[in-house]
């Protein structure tokens, strides 16, 4: 079985987000992992959204890659370049690193419907970053 980290700033949004859409789309054929270098809780924003697309994040806890340590990584997924130029040395020789730096909706400020439509955005765009993920490297 393949070990999954998906990485964030605070993993409350998009590596939560990825983490929801690995898990459904591999559906058992690896254990996804998501985390931050800081911890900030689940976005409300996120959750929702996710659940518009019928995946429940709700139950997903925020964790720091800390806790993590000694998991034999085989893909180390960073979704934000923050986390990719501040994350701490994560040793796993064997590990893919893949990077994608997605748009962070949770800094949108405006509207109901303008937050919506960030969240929306941002789901769409990991939502496909995981399909091609998934047929290319687990298929």
Not at 36 to 49: D, K, S
Not at 65 to 76: A, L, Q, R, S
Not at 90 to 95: L, Q, T, V
Not at 98 to 120: C, M, Q, R, W, Y
Request: glycine fraction near 6%.
């Amino acid at each position: 079985m393949k070990n999954i980290l998906v990485l964030c700033t605070g993993n409350s949004c998009r590596s939560q987000m990825a983490h929801g859409y690995l898990n459904a789309l591999l559906n058992g054929k690896a254990k996804i992992y998501s985390a931050g270098i800081e911890t900030h809780g689940l976005n409300p924003g996120a959750v929702a959204i996710m659940k518009e697309d019928g995946i429940d994040i709700s139950m997903h806890t925020s964790n720091n890659v800390d806790e993590y340590d000694g998991i034999p990584w085989d893909f180390i997924i960073t979704v934000c370049d923050h986390a990719r130029e501040n994350c701490p040395y994560i040793p796993s020789k064997d590990a893919k690193r893949i990077h994608h730096n997605f748009f962070d909706p949770s800094k949108v400020i405006g509207t109901e419907e303008e937050k919506h439509t960030a969240f929306l955005k941002a789901r769409n765009e990991i939502k496909d970053f995981c399909k091609k993920f998934a047929e290319k490297e687990l298929n």
